[in-house]
């Protein structure tokens, strides 16, 4: 339930995501005021906190000027002409998309329209309003169109119908979003730093069921002790009317996790671990420039959750760990699927560069126009494949950055690990919880398995309870 009272809308099944809603992959959704209507006015966002615009990103690099210049075809006419008709009825803005003043996909007074210094009266919020969201732009195409094209036999259609039935709906990250915007409009929250929305809410891999991860970036340059900054903010929520479950988690990156009143929405928030939010920028770029993706993803972390063998905390494989695992696999084909954007776009991915100065996905990344057009069910077969058959566990270092398995004698402290997936900024091992033999052999056991049945049956509830899931993902509230 909302905090006001009023529960998010529900939207049909036959029509989960409306061409009028910004998609989670929306690069320009918080450009445009963040969840537009929920907030205040897209264009009087800007008068309520210190903005300055940055100079516009750097040129495309010479080797990719082809690439760049492919024609993309996965736009829908009839939907692009809707949403001329659509924006056209629409309040003006001072804050397009288009102009030099908006290239912050992630800064957080983006994200926070009508930020303000005051605390918040959460009995006195503005209720929801109901008209549609009215993007200024056109959003991220919906790949719905395309993707009927790699869906055209049994198993890849399973996997299509998985994913639109589970994946996040745009009233699910509005309703994420206004919590984050919420939090931050304490004055308490707001004097201390600034909150960021990452993971796979905003990478465009989140189902309905998802938890919602959160930033918080301390305005203050020195270290501060992440756990004494949790507990003030646990103290200060504690106070919050519509919070519960308030748990701090001492972890290697501590989180404090809390859970939004009367519903099962869950919230994990981490303190300056800055580069979940390049690693969500990078996944989120990769869920754009190739439609299959999302799919894939979504397809193998059910796969993995069903099997038991998607939970770090168990010292299994994280989401995250997941994902790579399969941009590496599609990265590494014969004809690949993806490319490596960090080494084909430098200058959009520069570890150096500050949090606010992240570029957005589409402004300098094109579709990635792959030669292979194997569709979504040879895919995931080939991957599970990959992992069961032809990767060395032993030798090699998954590495999305490279865009290649990397020989584990470059990492010298990570010969003794048993499953290495190189984290693409930071270089470490992100699958560092699996640390047991037992579990590594789970996990082995059940690619080798998965792919043994699924090559044989080609149907994707041999393998997988595919109704059950969706019936858990559509009652999910």
Same mark, same amino acid.
């Given at each position: ?9 529900? $939207? ?5 995501? *409306?061409?009028?809603?910004? =998609?989670?992959? %929306? ?22 906190? %210190?903005?300055?615009?940055?100079? *516009? ?29 659509? /924006? =056209? +009825?629409? &309040?003006?803005? /001072? ?11 992630? @800064? ?12 918040? %009266? ?80 905003? @990478? ?20 501060? %002790? ?12 504690? /106070? ?11 972890? !290697?990156?501590?989180?404090? $996790? ?41 397809? &193998?972390? !059910? ?9 770090? @905390?168990?010292?299994?494989?994280? =989401? ?31 570890? @150096? ?5 992240? *570029?957005?996905?589409? !402004? ?27 990767? +060395?566990?032993? $030798? ?20 003794? !690990? ?47 309870? &595919? ?11």
């Amino acid at each position: 339930m909302f905090p006001h009272g009023a529960s998010p809308r529900r $939207r049909p099944a036959n029509n989960p995501r *409306p061409y009028h809603a910004p =998609s989670p992959v %929306d690069p320009h959704f918080f450009q445009r005021g963040g969840v537009n209507g929920y907030d205040v006015p897209v264009h009087d966002s800007l008068a309520t906190h %210190d903005w300055k615009p940055h100079p *516009p990103a750097p040129p495309p690099p010479r080797h990719m000027e082809n690439w760049r210049k492919r024609k993309h075809e996965d736009h829908d006419p009839s939907i692009a002409k809707r949403l001329r008709d659509d /924006s =056209s +009825s629409s &309040v003006p803005s /001072s804050r397009h998309p288009q102009s030099r003043h908006s290239r912050l996909s992630f @800064s957080p007074d983006h994200a926070v329209a009508g930020f303000s210094r005051s605390s918040p %009266d959460f009995g006195h919020l503005p209720p929801r309003p109901h008209s549609h969201l009215h993007p200024h732009v056109h959003p991220v195409p919906h790949n719905s169109a395309n993707l009927n094209f790699f869906a055209n036999d049994r198993l890849s259609a399973q996997v299509m119908t998985l994913f639109e039935m589970c994946q996040q709906q745009s009233s699910d990250l509005c309703r994420k979003e206004k919590w984050r915007s919420w939090l931050q409009r304490d004055r308490r929250i707001a004097e201390m730093g600034r909150l960021y929305m990452t993971g796979s809410t905003m @990478s465009g891999f989140a189902t309905r069921s998802s938890d919602a991860d959160l930033c918080y970036v301390l305005h203050e340059s020195e270290k501060r %002790d992440p756990i004494a900054v949790l507990s003030t903010l646990q103290r200060i929520m504690r /106070s919050m009317m519509y919070v519960e479950r308030l748990c701090l988690i001492r972890a !290697k990156v501590p989180i404090l $996790r809390f859970q939004e009143k009367g519903s099962n929405l869950v919230f994990d928030l981490n303190v300056n671990n800055t580069v979940g939010i390049r690693n969500t920028f990078l996944l989120k770029s990769y869920a754009y420039v190739e439609p299959r993706i999302r799919p894939l993803v979504v397809v &193998v972390k !059910k796969w993995a959750r069903h099997h038991q063998i998607n939970d770090a @905390s168990q010292g299994t494989l994280s =989401s995250y760990a997941l994902a790579l695992m399969v941009l590496h696999y599609l990265q590494t084909l014969k004809e690949p699927v993806l490319p490596s954007l960090q080494m084909d776009f430098p200058e959009c991915f520069d570890p @150096s560069l500050e949090i606010d100065m992240i *570029p957005e996905a589409c !402004k300098n990344m094109p579709r990635y126009n792959s030669q292979n057009q194997s569709s979504l069910g040879t895919l995931l077969l080939g991957f599970l494949q990959y992992y069961a058959t032809e990767f +060395s566990w032993k $030798r090699n270092v998954i590495s999305v950055r490279a865009g290649k398995a990397l020989p584990k004698q470059n990492h010298p402290n990570w010969n003794d !690990k048993l499953i290495c997936v190189e984290e693409p900024f930071e270089k470490k091992n992100v699958a560092r919880a699996v640390f047991k033999e037992a579990k590594f052999d789970a996990i082995k056991f059940q690619f080798l398995e998965s792919w043994q049945i699924l090559r044989t049956e080609m149907d994707l509830n041999s393998i997988l309870p &595919v109704q059950k899931i969706i019936e858990e993902e559509t009652c999910w509230k």
